[in-house]
């Protein structure tokens, strides 16, 4: 018997590990200091009300024999299906019902794409990038090649041309970064695809935060359908982190290498997924109704205030960075030259603020920090001040 010796390949995960021992460390010592946490990626405000009904109509429906149900489609269930479609229509993007399959999440079908796809395609993935994007790969035996992210581009990567991918990860609004893709850059990348006769997989869990005239897909550009899959979350759209629902689109017309894409997608998912509960489908078509869109945006909109908040105080101190608009994610360079981790030790000691280093997302995010808007606005506002309080007293 023979382990996977790809994952021998993995560089180890110390970025959040790492986070949380010296935050631990730190509170352990100074048990009367309150810690503020602005690093966490996880959302902080309940469900929608709206949802929660949804989901306790569903899980009564289980308990009576007339409207049991088992298991569920594995692509989902028609309304949720088609919940989906009306969605990506309010905002004048045609896809239809029957090319979306209803997930546990963005961060499962990213990873599990891969098994449709030979071992041998190079993929590309942006840097900064999501660790998923990368490690998935690297279990499977792919090469990496990646395409840089900087302040020169307002860390909105493009394709480079003396590299060819076969698969492209694109995420936008980006995590850990924050940008957004316009139209314009979104074409070249469509454009790149198809010249490559890649196929891009594009993470779109953030595009409920996008308030300016950006895509909130990518089949807003012509010509995506015959390169792209997309996938989005329930998790940051309508706080299911801990429900878990998503959806991947993956158009009829979708062609390589003699295949129908479509066709193996729904055969890896027949054979490996037996699909979302009944409750939480349920919730997921909740979402999309026209009270569960008001609700939710309530939530949404207290993010993205607390994302101004942030921004903000970027804007006063004169800090470079990117997101804050269009993202819950504030991608800052560190002030007075310092990196990831000194300036990560500096707040957490000077203004007892949690955030992330940057440098855990790549080469490019060292001397970058992350901050998040899905805290307490209370918590958020008094962290803001502290960290004004603090920044250039090194």
Not at 210 to 232: H, L
Not at 335 to 343: D, R, T
Not at 363 to 370: H, L, W
């Amino acid at each position: 018997m023979r382990v996977n010796k790809n994952f021998d390949n993995l560089v180890p995960n110390y970025l959040f590990a790492e986070v949380a021992k010296r935050t631990n460390d730190f509170i352990a010592k100074n048990p009367d200091k309150k810690v503020i946490k602005l690093g966490i990626g996880d959302v902080t405000l309940p469900l929608a009300p709206v949802v929660v009904e949804a989901m306790k109509k569903g899980a009564e429906e289980l308990g009576v024999k007339e409207t049991f149900k088992g298991y569920p489609e594995y692509e989902g269930y028609d309304f949720v299906r088609q919940a989906v479609s009306d969605y990506y229509k309010s905002f004048g993007v045609d896809v239809n019902a029957d090319e979306v399959f209803i997930s546990d999440g963005a961060k499962s079908d990213c990873g599990n794409i891969g098994d449709i796809f030979s071992a041998d395609n190079a993929v590309m993935v942006t840097d900064p990038v999501y660790p998923v994007y990368v490690d998935s790969n690297i279990m499977a035996g792919r090469k990496i090649v990646y395409a840089d992210s900087n302040e020169s581009n307002g860390f909105a990567a493009m394709p480079p041309e003396d590299v060819k991918a076969d698969i492209i990860y694109l995420c936008s609004p980006n995590n850990p970064t924050g940008s957004a893709y316009t139209y314009d850059q979104l074409v070249k990348w469509v454009e790149y695809a198809k010249k490559n006769d890649a196929v891009i997989l594009y993470d779109a869990a953030y595009e409920a935060f996008i308030s300016e005239n950006i895509p909130r897909s990518i089949y807003a550009v012509e010509g995506a359908k015959e390169c792209a899959i997309e996938m989005c979350s329930l998790s940051k759209t309508a706080g299911f982190t801990g429900t878990r629902c998503g959806y991947t689109i993956v158009p009829k017309t979708l062609e390589r290498d003699g295949h129908n894409i479509y066709s193996i997608w729904y055969r890896r998912q027949a054979t490996k997924f037996n699909g979302v509960s009944w409750p939480v489908q349920c919730a997921a078509a909740a979402v999309f109704s026209e009270e569960g869109q008001k609700q939710i945006k309530e939530n949404l909109e207290y993010y993205k205030e607390n994302a101004r908040i942030i921004s903000s105080a970027m804007d006063e101190l004169g800090i470079y960075y990117t997101g804050g608009k269009n993202s819950p994610y504030i991608w800052l360079k560190c002030p007075n030259g310092m990196g990831s981790w000194e300036f990560f030790d500096f707040l957490l000691e000077k203004a007892n603020v949690v955030g992330t280093p940057g440098e855990g997302f790549g080469k490019n995010g060292a001397g970058y920090f992350r901050l998040t808007s899905f805290g307490d606005r209370d918590n958020t506002i008094e962290a803001v001040e502290r960290i004004k309080k603090v920044i250039g007293k090194k």
